[in-house]
Each structure stands twice: as structure tokens, then as C-alpha cells.
């Protein structure tokens, strides 16, 4: 078995010598010649059943080759046999809540999680019931039309940690979806804890730039095939543009993440004595639930921080005007740090009750920490703290 790092930068290349490049091909053909009407029948039928490929493509509708790709090197990055990519998380999410839809209405769901996610299925637009739990609650929620356990870890934007394994073993029989998006397949492998969907917005670390939104789920080749029938009906794809970007990203994905950690690591301690900041909520400082799970189900504490300025809103909205090398703005998981405003921003969706009690305050920032030199990371917090 090849290591992490080295699948990242092979993953999806594997027959580049063999066809003579050096670099994806990118196949941007909507449709493809069908010579043999019999043999484009069969790959017809073939790819709206589920399956991964056919001897013909037909219609990019049904299948694209440098999507594929992308998706078969995010699976190796996943250890999952499949990975189905769409148009972003938020069409990734809503296409698993679709396809279990034939398993139940009933959906159990962990918060904190990312705002729009919480928006999508407390609003019930999907047609679904969310039932909002606490982890230890799940197998007494439990129901026969439960088709679904939703988690997020680590959550956002407090950064608690959710155990997938004991999250697992209480869902019994119903599949758990774990967002994953936060800990990137380098921290993380849901997959290998028994979560049968592994969800990732790829807008973020995976594609790694700040130029393509995309979304992935991995998963094993059975819950795969549904997936991928469902895509080809409602048509959330993925481009093959963003597929090629998305796949530029992933060699430098664990570099990217532990430069990013190292520097996060070193600005929450030192966020951590700053006299105005209030509190630091970091898996790596031991300062959000379940933390101890760094170290087992995290093999790090990861990139991102959130800390409560201290004089709540004002100070907070001070701090996002007056950063000059971070970002202000929404979004996380690229090269460069980006800061924003949960209660303000993000999670403004939110009702002010769930705000108030899943620890979204009017003070509260979340740093998404960059590759940059942290010394200069660092010069623009204090400065912008004052
Ligand atoms: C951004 C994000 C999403 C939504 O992804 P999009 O690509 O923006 O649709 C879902 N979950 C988490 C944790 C995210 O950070």
C-alpha cells in the first residue's frame, strides 16, 4: 500500500505514461459519437443504472471522463471503493437526502454543522423531518423510517468533535453521513470508523485555491450507484473544468494542511494570551468537546480556530474591517487565511435560540488559517486586535 502523500500526488494518474501525457486530460464534449447503436445502448442503460463507466460516455449528463477521474482520486484519498462528485457540497448534501428518501422521511441530525446544511434540513425543503439529537440520544431516536444519522466533525463553527465511532454503533443500522469537510482525508477517515457516506465540500481544502466549487461524497460502490442514477436525472454535475482544478489541488492537499496546521497550532496559543480575546475554541488547545479525540479519530487538530473577541459584536466586526493580509470574508480551507463572522455571516439562518445554543455569539470569529509565514500572520491579528 503506497503512503498518504504519495497517493496524493498519483491518485488519478496512474496511466498517464501509458497514454503519453503528463497532465489530466480535460474532456469538455457534451455529447459522443455513437457508432454502434447496439454498444451505446448498453453503455445507455449501463450509466443510468449507476455504473462508473461504460465503453461509450453518450452524454456528459451521464458520464464524464475527467470527472471520473477526479472522483476515483478522491476515493483512493478516502480508502472508499467510489466517490460521486456535484456541482458543490450543498448539491452533494442534497442529493444523499434525496436517494435516502426511498429509505424513510425521518432524518436524525447532530449540530452545530455548517449554517446552510442546518438551513436545508431544519427547513424541511427536501421533503425530509429532521429530527435535531445529541449524540448520546441517537439510538433512542432511532425509528423505523429513520433513513439517515447527519454529523459534522469538527463542527462548525465551534470546532467540537463528534465521535463517529460511538455515533456508529448507536445508529445501528441506519447509514451515518459525516461532513468531513474540516478535517480533509489527510486528518481523517470517516470511512474507516463505519460511516457510510463521507461528504466533503470540495470548494474548500480539496480544491485548496479559491477557484472551484465542487462537492464530493464518498462511499462504497452499492450507495455509489444510486447516487450517480439520481445525478444523471436531476443533472447537479460537476464541470469538467472544476473537476481538472479539483484534481490540481489534491497533491498538495497534505502539504497545504500541514503547513496550515502548524501555523494554526502556533496562532492559537498565542490568540490564547492575548488580552482581547475572551476565549480560543481549538480541538488542538483541548478547548471544544470531545477534544481527547485528536490524537485517534484526528490524527491532528486541524486549520481552523474561532475565538470570542472580547466586546462581543462591535469588536468583532472592528477586528474583520481592519485585517490587512487575511481575508475577511466566508469560506475556509485555502492557501490564504480567511476570517469571518459566524453569527453575522455564515450563520445568520440561524434562529437567535439554536445561535445561542451551539455557542455562535456576536464576538465569535473563525480563522481559517492559510500556508502563509505565521510571524506575518501573526503581525496582522495583533495589529487588527490592537
Ligand atoms: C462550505 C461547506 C459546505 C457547503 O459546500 P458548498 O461547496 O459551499 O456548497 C458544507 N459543509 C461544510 C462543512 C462546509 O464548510
Not at 442534497?94 to 449540530?111: E, I, S
Not at 466586546?311 to 481592519?322: E, I, P, R, V
Not at 473563525?366 to 506575518?376: A, K, Y
Request: glycine share 10%.
Amino acid at each position: 500500500m503506497r503512503r498518504f502523500q504519495t497517493t496524493a500526488v498519483h491518485a488519478g494518474r496512474e496511466d498517464f505514461t501509458e497514454l503519453g501525457v503528463h497532465a489530466p486530460p480535460m474532456d469538455l464534449s457534451t455529447t459522443y459519437p455513437v457508432r454502434d447503436l447496439a454498444e451505446g445502448g448498453e453503455s445507455f442503460s449501463a450509466l443510468v443504472g449507476g455504473q462508473a463507466e461504460a465503453a461509450n460516455p453518450i452524454y456528459a449528463r451521464l458520464h464524464n471522463p475527467t470527472v471520473a477521474r477526479t472522483e476515483r482520486a478522491i476515493a483512493a484519498l478516502e480508502g472508499t471503493q467510489a466517490c460521486v462528485a456535484y456541482g458543490s457540497g450543498m448539491a452533494t448534501l442534497t442529493a444523499v437526502l434525496m436517494a435516502r428518501q426511498a429509505h424513510g422521511r425521518h432524518v436524525l441530525v447532530v449540530r452545530p454543522l455548517y449554517g446552510t446544511s442546518d438551513h436545508l434540513l431544519a427547513s424541511g425543503m427536501c421533503g425530509l423531518e429532521a429530527e435535531f439529537v445529541h449524540p448520546e440520544d441517537i439510538a433512542a431516536r432511532r425509528r423505523d423510517d429513520t433513513a439517515l444519522v447527519v454529523i459534522e466533525t469538527p463542527g462548525n463553527p465551534t470546532l467540537d468533535l463528534v465521535d463517529i465511532r460511538a455515533v456508529v454503533d448507536a445508529a445501528g443500522d441506519v447509514p451515518v453521513l459525516v461532513d468531513s469537510t474540516f478535517a480533509t482525508p489527510v486528518l481523517q477517515n470517516p470511512a474507516n470508523l463505519g460511516a457510510r457516506y463521507v461528504l466533503h465540500s470540495a470548494t474548500k481544502f480539496l480544491g485548496g485555491h479559491g477557484d472551484v466549487i465542487a462537492g464530493v461524497v464518498c462511499c462504497a460502490e452499492e450507495d455509489a450507484a444510486p447516487l450517480r442514477t439520481m445525478r444523471a436525472a436531476t443533472g447537479a454535475l460537476l464541470h469538467p473544468m472544476a473537476a481538472f482544478l479539483l484534481h490540481r489541488g489534491l497533491p498538495t492537499l497534505p502539504l497545504r494542511v500541514e503547513r496550515a496546521q502548524a501555523n494554526a497550532k502556533e496562532l492559537a496559543r498565542r490568540l490564547q494570551g492575548h488580552p482581547a480575546v475572551a476565549a480560543v475554541y481549538y480541538p488542538g488547545l483541548g478547548t471544544v468537546r470531545n477534544a481527547e479525540l485528536v490524537g485517534t479519530q484526528m490524527c491532528g487538530p486541524g486549520t481552523l480556530i474561532s475565538f470570542e473577541a472580547r466586546g462581543g459584536h462591535d469588536a468583532a466586526a472592528a477586528l474583520m474591517s481592519k485585517v490587512k493580509l487575511m481575508t475577511p470574508a466566508v469560506s475556509l480551507g485555502s492557501v490564504d487565511t480567511l476570517i469571518q463572522h459566524p453569527a453575522g455571516l455564515t450563520h445568520r439562518m440561524l434562529d437567535e435560540a439554536t445561535r445561542k445554543s451551539t455557542g455562535i455569539t456576536e464576538g465569535l470569529l473563525r480563522l481559517s488559517v492559510g500556508i502563509e509565514d505565521v510571524e506575518d500572520l501573526w503581525e496582522d491579528l495583533d495589529a487588527a486586535l490592537g
